[in-house]
């Protein structure tokens, strides 16, 4: 068993920062990869980044690539994403979850999932 809590959402304007943490409880945690969704109202729920169990593989929507940093550290439980160049189509609640597998981009296929934080970017 797996338990996410993710941290770290608000308002911010176009071309800000931001940085989402999720705090993870289990003693199996650097056994998953860990990814990070987002679903804005209307629509499904994307992959975002993804990171697999030590954090030396990563991958990303194309949309966010070269703007946002997914990191791991196995030592403290914790998951981030750094967010730069933020964009207001890049408003929606975002979502830490795990899985066994590094390589599914689908949502319904992974394990464990956090209640999600708002993130709302202004123009």
């Known amino acids: 068993q797996v338990q996410l809590v993710e941290s770290g959402g608000g308002l911010v304007q176009a071309g800000g920062s931001l940085r989402l943490s999720c705090a993870a409880s289990?003693?199996?945690?650097?056994?998953?990869?860990m990814g990070w969704f987002r679903q804005a109202p209307g629509k499904e729920r994307d992959v975002v980044a993804v990171?697999?169990?030590?954090?030396?593989?990563?991958r990303y929507a194309d949309s966010v690539k070269g703007r946002f940093t997914i990191s791991r550290d196995n030592a403290k439980n914790m998951v981030y994403l750094q967010m730069n160049s933020l964009k207001p189509e890049d408003t929606a609640i975002y979502y830490c979850?795990?899985?066994?597998?590094?390589?599914?981009?689908?949502?319904?296929?992974?394990?464990?999932w956090g209640q999600g934080t708002q993130v709302t970017v202004s123009s």
């Open positions: 979850a795990a899985d066994r597998s590094y390589y599914t981009d689908r949502a319904y296929e992974w394990d464990y």
């Open positions: 289990g003693r199996t945690f650097s056994s998953y990869a």
């Open positions: 990171a697999s169990w030590s954090g030396d593989n990563t």
